[in-house]
Structure formats: C-alpha cells, structure tokens
C-alpha cells in the first residue's frame, strides 16, 4: 500500500445533487399497449419454481457469446435474496457498484474501472438512457420480476440485434421475466409482502395470463416504503465519537408493468409498458459534523417499447425495435428547514425516442448482419438560461462472425453521428462521427478438452452527455468524446455431468488492459463556486478477473458455491510533472472478491454471500486524508416452501460492520428481511 503522508490534493470533485422531480400527472397511460417485440421465447422454464431445484449456469461462455460473459438467473438470484439489480451486479468480478446509503441512495456501477457512463444498461434488448448525465440508477430495477442479468467486457457477440448494443465499453442486460405456462394454467399469479428493518415494507403481485397458445401476459407492481432511518458511528481523527442516525432517508417509491409476449411462425414478438414513480429524502454526505441534510427528490420515469424477431427465409433474419420514454426529475432545499442552505427548486423533463432496424444473413460459415439505428432526446428544465439541448444520433453497424473449425471470429464497426442543437442560438457542440471497430477471437483446440481460449479488441468512446456541454455556467460545448481502448485475453474451462454427486466446474480468467484518454472531469475556475468541464484526464488500467463455480447434487441434496476475484491497477496517467502521476484513480480497489453459496434440500434453501472491497482512495491524490479503508459483508438467508406458500427470512451485515461505500455516505448495520408469497 502507498500511503502519502504529506501532499497538494490534485483536485477536488465537486458533488452535484442529482436533481429531482415531483409525481406528474401520468399513469394508467402505460397498462394499455399494443407494440410488438421479440427476443424472447414464449414458453421459459429456466428460473421455473418447482419442488426440484435445478442447478443454473452462473457464468457461461457458450456461442454465440464469444466475449467474457457472466450471468445470474433463475433460482440463484431467489437464493441472492437480493432486491434490485444493484444488488446482484455487485457479485460479479471487475463491477464496483457505488451506493450512496441506504435503500433510497442512488446505486451506479462502474465496469473495469472505466466510469458509469461507458456502462450501457439494456432492458429486454433495448438501452435505458440518460441523456442529460449518463447515470442509469440500477436501484429503481426490482429483481422479483427479473429472469436473468448479464453483464458483458464488449458488447455481446450476436450479429441479429441493433446498432447501439455496439456503443458502449461495457454492458449490463436485464431480461425480464417471462410467463411460463407449460404447468398447464391459463391463470396464475403470486402476491407476496415483506417487512423489515427501517419501517421497510415492500408489498408486490404478479398476474399472468395466457390468451392463446401464441400469446401471453403479464401485469406486476410493487411498492417499496421505508423510514431509511439507522443508527451509525461518525469517525474523527481520533477515532469513532459520535454515534448518531441518519435522517431524511424516507423513500415511497412504485414501480408497475405489464408486457404481452407472443410467438409467430418462424419467429417472436414482445411489448413492455414500465412505470416507475418515487419520493425521497435525500439526507446528503456526513462531513465536518453535520450529520442530515433536508433536500428532497421527486421521480417519475415512463417508457413503452418493443421488439420484433423473424425469420423471413432460410439464411435471412430481422430485428426491429422502438422505444418512447418519459422521464421527470425535480430536487428542492428548504431555507426554513436547513439555515445553511438556499433556496433550490431545480425540475428536469427528459424525452426519448428511439427506432432500429437490424437485418443478418447467413452465408455458409459466414454469417453477415447490418443494423441502423436512430434515437431522439430532449432535455428540458426551469433553470434560468438553460440551453434546452436537444441531441439527435444515427449508429450505423455492420458485423460478422466466421468459424473455421474450433476457431470462431467476430469482427464489427459502428459509425456514430451526433447533432446537437439548442435554443435561443446557443452554441453547441459540433457534429460529430465517430468510428467504433472490435474484434474477437476464440479458439478450442481440441472438441475433447472443454477449454476455450479468447481475445477481444475494442475501441470505443463516451459521448459528452448534455450536463457535461450545456449545464447552466459549467458546461463546455467544445469538449471531446472520452475514447477507450480495450484490451483482453483469457480462457474458460468447464465440466458438466448429469449424474453422481459432482455434476459440474466452471473456471475463467481474463486479463485485460484499458487506456481511457480525453477523460471528462469538472474543475475550477478563477471563481471557486464557479466550476467547468474539460478534457485532461488519461487513465489506464489493468487487470485480472477471476470466476470459478461448482455444482454437486445428490438425492433432493444441492450444492452450489460462486467465488469472483478482481485485481485492478487504475493508474491516472495524466501529467507525468503532477503529484498524481500514477496514483489510482478514485473509488477503484485494487482487490475485490464476492463468495456465494447456496444449499438446498428438499423444500429448504439456505444461502450465504459474502462481498470484499479493498481500500482506495476517494480523490486523485493517493494520501492519507484520502484513504478509505475496506470493507466486506456478509449476508445469510433461508426460504421454506409450504405450497402455496413460500416463507423467507434474512439477515444482512451480519456482524455489524460500520462501513461507507462512498465517503460521507455511511451505510446501514444488521438489519433484516421476513416475507410471505403466496403462489395462485
């Protein structure tokens, strides 16, 4: 470890709030829907509840996944008992996952130490955007209704999908569940209450409904309230001194959405409607003994979209998708109720649409695919001057895959263009394209030995978002894309076996190696209540990713254990004359891990996780003032089925361990989780 006892901070981070929005008029608008997509089989027995616990593929590198690939599905994110996708992303190796306290906080993850914003979040095939800064709060996603999530180094190697699963350095998929009715049903549902610590409650219920052989549908929602309130310990330079409890955590929050899934003859459509609506406090950063803060947040979040897959002939396929979203934030302080503050009352309105086309053809051992896309946003606010940015992006891509014998290449290129206006004859940023080639590689060298062997190159960028160039006297119309370079190699072995107690291995490693140049950081200027953005920031960064899983079974008898490791060496390699040079960058370890194991028996499960962050540092300079020390916990969980009935209890942090993810942001100790499902 290094340890400057003695230094200049190289520069200080400004913290923004994330501005906040007040419930709209909307709703019921989204449980009416006739758009059409595919991209998901009708009937879907993995994750299916039953007596008999199936073993699940928790990393899998099968084709035409050629690039490192890690996912969690079906019984394993039950056993998680984990509540949003935050928190499963969490047990993947080179994810950190930045949580701002507490079952309210905001929750954004960071891939191979390349920011959020080279992050793309797909749902149902189709990316959750954020235009105005580039954060999708994977906090707002319930896991309940979700059927597997999958995070990709790359994008993934399928041809047939649209050009903007190109465009991100890293990509996270959720895949929402489908109804499954091969149990014979045309009705069937579950309703289910959990409650807790903090004055948490989170009623839901789910409906399904088959409305013929080809088609079905879903209806679920659920509610969320807690007190956020938990007692913490605030550290000094001489040690804990205070114990004091955060405020103004309070969160009312619901999510509801209704899909149609359908099948056609060489092919398969799906619709989603999504509604998401939540008032919360926002009780801020614990620092120089102030311990809440009175700020207030408002979301309402809106979107219908769709996909449809078919095969038109024997080597043709098409893919076609949509999107319209909605999104309202507003944020308040209150003078009367906080001295220390002034008055703010921010709103943002953001408005999205999206249209793609993708078409593959197969030719022989070349299969060869096109994909155009066009995508529509529009921020608005009641800022005064704000610029009312509205951005206007065509992608372009074309891709390959060959196979000569047990070798397997992928090759693509995306073409990005970029138009960006705004109001009152403001400047803007300047049209841009961009280029974006990858390509992957994979090799078995024999069919009997199940070890593959991979390299992937990508060079990709990061768009300045709308904040960065036109935020009222802090953006910069002339900043520059962020572009990345990536590049890995690794391998995968792998047994499985259908009988005896040992019934399968998984082992992959990666090492890897990203230079991110032109990076987008906030300074100050002249005025030190005034900050800009530019582009000075280079960083690069190397790693190890490490995943292994077995599986053994015997009778009704289930073992499963998960182990993830990561080093990584995030170097800022800006200016070789600042202090800084070659320090690591904020908020990255340098080791982290995650262990899971889950235990089953009959009509008992049992699960223990346990996740590791080592230390790091909160701003550039690596020194003393700000070191952040690690942090690990440990969570256990049990479930009993009495059908109909399916009763779980857990427990979280079960050694009470006082640690902040983020600096000021203290998070909650033992706290626990009972709840009741009734299946119908």
């Keep these: 470890m290094k340890l400057r006892l003695r230094g200049t901070v190289c520069s200080r981070k400004r913290t923004t709030g994330a501005g906040t929005t007040r419930l709209a008029p909307v709703v019921l608008l989204f449980m009416v829907l006739f758009l059409f997509s595919p991209q998901v089989a009708f009937t879907q027995t993995l994750g299916q509840e039953n007596d008999t616990i199936a073993v699940v593929t928790a990393y899998r590198e099968t084709s035409p996944d050629l690039l490192p690939v890690q996912e969690l599905s079906g019984r394993q994110l039950e056993r998680l008992r984990s509540h949003s996708v935050a928190d499963a992303v969490r047990f ?41 800064n580039g954060q999708v709060d994977l906090g707002r996603f319930s896991l309940e209704e979700m059927q597997s999530v999958t995070v990709y180094n790359g994008q993934r190697s399928q041809l047939l999908q649209p050009a903007r699963d190109f465009g991100s350095a890293s990509t996270v998929y959720l895949r929402s569940r489908t109804p499954d009715f091969s149990n014979g049903k045309d009705f069937q549902g579950h309703v289910s209450m959990k409650a807790g610590s903090f004055g948490t409650f989170r009623p839901s219920f789910t409906i399904d409904k088959k409305l013929s052989n080809a088609v079905g549908t879903s209806l679920s929602a659920g509610y969320v309230h807690t007190d956020g309130s938990y007692s913490f310990r605030y550290k000094t330079q001489g040690g804990y001194d205070t114990t004091a409890t955060r405020r103004n955590s309070r969160v009312d929050a619901l999510r509801a959405e209704t899909g149609f899934f359908g099948k056609t003859s060489q092919g398969e459509w799906r619709a989603k409607a999504y509604f998401y609506s939540s008032e919360r406090g926002l009780p801020g950063a614990v620092v120089r003994n102030r311990f809440a803060h009175e700020d207030k947040q408002w979301d309402t979040n809106l979107f219908v979209q769709s996909q449809w897959k078919q095969r038109v002939a024997k080597n043709y396929s098409f893919l076609l998708s949509g999107k319209l979203a909605y999104d309202y934030l507003q944020y308040t302080t209150n003078p009367k109720r906080d001295a220390s503050e002034m008055f703010i009352d921010n709103s943002f309105y953001q408005t999205e649409a999206y249209l793609s086309a993708a078409n593959m053809l197969s030719l022989g051992r070349w299969q060869l695919a096109a994909a155009l896309d066009y995508q529509y946003n529009h921020v608005s606010g009641n800022q005064l001057g704000f610029a009312y940015p509205t951005r206007n992006t065509l992608l372009a891509s074309a891709a390959a895959n060959a196979g000569f014998g047990t070798l397997k290449i992928h090759a693509a290129l995306l073409a990005t263009f970029v138009n960006d206006r705004v109001r009152n004859g403001g400047q803007s940023m300047k049209d841009r394209l961009e ?62 076996k259908k009988q005896g107690f040992f019934r399968g291995l998984e082992l992959s490693a990666d090492g890897y190696i990203n230079h991110v140049k032109d990076k987008i950081v906030a300074v100050p200027t002249a005025n030190q209540f005034r900050w800009t953005m530019m582009n000075i920031g280079r960083v690069s960064i190397r790693g190890i990713d490490f995943v292994a899983q077995t599986y053994w079974a015997v009778s009704q008898f289930t073992i499963d254990v998960r182990a993830a490791y990561t080093y990584q060496r995030a170097a800022d390699r800006t200016d070789r004359n600042d202090v800084c040079f070659n320090d690591q960058i904020p908020y990255i370890p340098k080791h982290s891990g995650s262990l899971t194991i889950g235990l089953g028996w009959r009509n008992v499960e049992a699960h223990y996780s346990f996740i590791y962050t080592g230390e790091r540092y909160n701003q550039r300079a690596n020194i003393l003032e700000n070191y952040e020390p690690a942090w690990y916990t440990s969570d256990v969980g049990v479930s009993f089925r009495v059908r109909p009935f399916i009763i779980t209890a857990e427990v979280n942090n079960i050694f009470n361990q006082k640690y902040e993810v983020v600096r000021g942001y203290p998070m909650p100790g033992t706290n626990f989780l009972i709840g009741l499902k009734w299946k119908f």
């Design 92 to 132: 993947f190796s080179g994810v950190q996952v930045k949580d701002y306290g507490g079952v309210g906080g905001l929750k954004t993850v960071n891939i191979r130490g390349m920011g959020t914003q080279h992050v793309g979040v797909f749902f149902d095939g189709i990316e959750l955007g954020n235009a105005q």
């Design 435 to 496: 280029w974006s080639p990858s390509i992957v590689m994979t090799w078995q060298p024999t069919k009997e030995l199940p070890v593959n062997f991979r390299a992937f190159y990508k060079r990709i960028f990061r768009m300045p978002t709308l904040n960065d160039l036109y935020y009222t006297l802090i953006g910069r119309a002339d900043l520059n894309p962020e572009r990345t370079d990536q590049f890995n190699i690794g391998a995968t072995y792998e047994v499985r």
